[in-house]
């Protein structure tokens, strides 16, 4: 079988305002995904066996832009690459690899919160930050939110500034979902679930998606995946490693979503 989709996993949790774990998050997702109690079929009927990754394995990071450097080398063949992070920062260096190799790209994030601080606590790379850096050096074509509930006036302003669109918990509906024109780059971070199906984040707010809305959103997608990321799983916070298993379910799923939308030269 062709090796069709790039995995890459980052080791990093410094740039977590609050908590540390999710550096631990990579190999645990793995294991979930190989866990004997599912198999490695997604719901559109795709098969995600082991043999369709092109694994570059997990990376011990000590500087923060040598996940730019090291994604440059992971995504060269130009295949499809999924990160698992990782605290949310990893995000920034991410579509910077992105961008030199693309151009400017969709992306659609899905978080309780907007990571839109032009700075927070001092740090402008923080977990908190990194759509603020994405659009401050215009790696986005267009930003679109999904599952925010924390909307702080400091972000509202800076969505605002960047012309960020922003769906709301409060204002989500299946029935509503963002349709996108150009190849996309999903941005997943875990705590956009509400924390009664995905316990294992450093941030437990309340009031967010399920695990089922999250897959509709995913297999609602239209157009090319170039890339995706997973982050924000802490394990330390995790109960009977259920937010493991979600998140290498939403592993395949984005996969089997990469898989069916792929661009004709992949
Ligand atoms: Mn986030
Ligand atoms: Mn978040």
């Not at 790039?6 to 631990?24: C, N, R, V």
């Not at 790696?139 to 509202?156: D, E, M």
């Not at 802490?234 to 109960?239: G, L, S």
Request: aromatic share 8%; hydrophobic share 40%.
């Amino acid at each position: 079988m062709q090796k069709k989709i790039t995995l890459q996993g980052f080791l990093y949790d410094e740039k977590s305002s609050y908590l540390s774990g999710p550096a631990l998050a990579p190999p645990l997702i793995r294991k979930a995904y190989h866990s004997d109690s599912a198999n490695y079929f997604a719901e559109n009927g795709l098969e995600i066996p082991p043999e369709i990754w092109n694994d570059k394995g997990d990376f011990e990071i000590k500087e923060y832009f040598e996940i730019e450097k090291i994604t440059s080398k992971n995504i060269a063949n130009g295949k499809p690459l999924i990160t698992l992070g990782g605290d949310h920062s990893i995000t920034y260096p991410l579509l910077k690899a992105h961008h030199k190799k693309y151009g400017p790209i969709d992306i659609l994030h899905i978080d309780a919160h907007a990571d839109l601080y032009d700075n927070f606590e001092g740090d402008k790379f923080s977990h908190a930050c990194p759509f603020a850096r994405i659009m401050d050096d215009k790696l986005a074509n267009r930003l679109v939110q999904i599952g925010i509930r924390t909307l702080s006036k400091h972000q509202k302003e800076q969505a605002d500034k960047f012309g960020v669109e922003i769906i709301q918990m409060k204002d989500f509906s299946l029935l509503q979902l963002p349709k996108f024109e150009n190849p996309l780059y999903l941005s997943l971070d875990i705590d956009g679930l509400d924390p009664a199906f995905a316990p294992g984040v450093s941030h437990h707010e309340p009031g967010g998606l399920s695990t089922r809305e999250v897959i509709s959103i995913i297999q609602s997608i239209n157009v090319p995946v170039l890339g995706a990321d997973i982050v924000e799983y802490n394990p330390t916070r995790d109960i009977n490693d259920m937010t493991a298993m979600l998140s290498a379910k939403l592993l395949k799923e984005i996969a089997a979503k990469i898989l069916q939308t792929e661009r004709p030269e992949l």
